[in-house]
């Protein structure tokens, strides 16, 4: 397998799919009346302005999130079809004036394969490193962009507003880039402080990129937003130009109706859904010999499981054999696979049923081994 989304495309098809970290639980009973109103929805779309239609939308998605020092309506958010196209048109804009990039380790793989594939060098930046103080000051002279996801896939990690605040700071002072996926950012109120205010009062140079994708099990119609600074330094809206007009107005007014609705009380019932399910797999793993869970802190709606001496990839092709299909977690350590040898990682973001039945072929096969 060449990245985790090749493991991830041999579990669509299966009713047991723990491996992608898109949202796939059943809709709420009052999503299903937003989706019950879809010809509506388009009617209404069809009927307005496109711009003033991603205006409202994004703005419903950062407000719900508690960014209210976003630059909506300032020229410089950028709708996608998804944040891996964000991500793409950033990496390009970044390729033409920056040659390394230090990256947050782990992460999920088709970061680094986008920085990769525009020619791009990469520096390992170790979660503890970033989390525990100062980026060293070597590192930030020997890059021009520093890349964090947050909260981290697969560790759940969050780089809290102080060090957020000290980190941009750096970044201003070294004259780097700092650039944030916060794809994972809606299940977890410790990343919901107003990072933008941080960012704009920092006088650094940065980028995020945003994504509703990973929150409402909408089939995939989502928007990544890429959002910059005033003055970025980076061709951004020539790039976004070259790949795009624009994303499509009946998936952005989607996205606004399910804010609003997550606004209105669905954004603290799904988090005590995703809360349910993490406890669900770690009780169904309670007590076999060598397992635990190495992000006891995380909210995040994938679950990393820690085997033991057992090989993730020999527990996954058994699972296969069960259609029950996880990520095995080597690629996450784009910088150095072996560290997930013995690591799995669990999507929360399903069902209980299906998920309930993937954790007991889970037991079975970890405790035959
Ligand atoms: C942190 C992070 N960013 C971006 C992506 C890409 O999302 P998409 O496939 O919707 O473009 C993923 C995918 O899982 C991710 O985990």
Redesign the pocket.
């Known amino acids: 397998m060449n990245n985790l989304t090749e493991f991830e495309c041999l579990a669509l098809n299966s009713p047991l799919n723990l491996a992608?970290?898109h949202a796939r639980q059943a809709l709420t009973a009052s999503q299903a009346r937003i989706i019950d109103d879809l010809p509506n929805l388009f009617a209404k779309a069809a009927a307005r302005p496109p711009e003033e239609v991603g205006l409202d939308a994004c703005r419903a998605y950062l407000g719900l999130l508690g960014q209210h020092s976003h630059p909506v309506g300032d020229g410089r958010v950028f709708a996608c079809y998804?944040?891996?196209v964000a991500?793409e048109i950033f990496a390009r804009a970044l390729a033409q004036t920056g040659e390394s990039v230090a990256l947050i380790h782990p992460?999920?793989d088709?970061?680094p394969d986008i920085l990769r594939g525009v020619g791009l060098n990469l520096v390992p930046l170790e979660e503890d490193v970033l989390h525990d103080g100062d980026l060293p000051r070597a590192l930030l002279n020997s890059v021009s962009c520093v890349f964090v996801?947050t909260p981290n896939?697969p560790t759940g990690r969050v780089v809290s507003e102080e060090r957020l605040r000290a980190l941009a700071a750096q970044c201003a002072d070294h004259d780097v880039i700092l650039a944030l996926?916060t794809?994972?950012r809606g299940f977890d109120p410790r990343a919901h402080f107003d990072h933008y205010r941080v960012l704009e009062s920092s006088g650094c140079r940065w980028v995020v990129i945003e994504?509703t994708?990973k929150l409402w099990p909408t089939l995939e119609l989502?928007i990544?937003w890429l959002v910059t600074a005033r003055e970025p330094g980076l061709p951004v809206a020539k790039i976004y130009s070259d790949i795009l007009l624009g994303s499509s107005p009946l998936v952005l007014a989607l996205v606004q109706r399910f804010a609003e609705d997550a606004a209105d009380g669905g954004l603290p019932d799904l988090h005590r859904f995703i809360a349910g399910n993490r406890a669900l797999v770690r009780q169904a793993l309670a007590g076999l010999p060598d397992v635990d869970f190495p992000d006891l802190d995380s909210r995040a709606s994938v679950e990393r499981v820690r085997l033991g001496a057992r090989s993730s990839l020999e527990v996954w092709s058994t699972l296969r054999e069960h259609n029950v299909y996880m990520l095995p977690c080597q690629k996450f350590h784009w910088a150095d696979p072996h560290e997930g040898d013995h690591m799995l990682r669990v999507a929360l973001a399903r069902s209980a049923a299906p998920l309930g039945e993937a954790m007991r072929a889970l037991r079975f096969v970890l405790s035959t081994r």
Request: charged fraction near 20%; avoid cysteine; hydrophobic fraction near 20%.
């Open positions: 992608d970290g998804s944040s891996s991500m992460t999920f088709n970061i996801t896939n996926d794809s994972f994504d994708g989502k990544g």
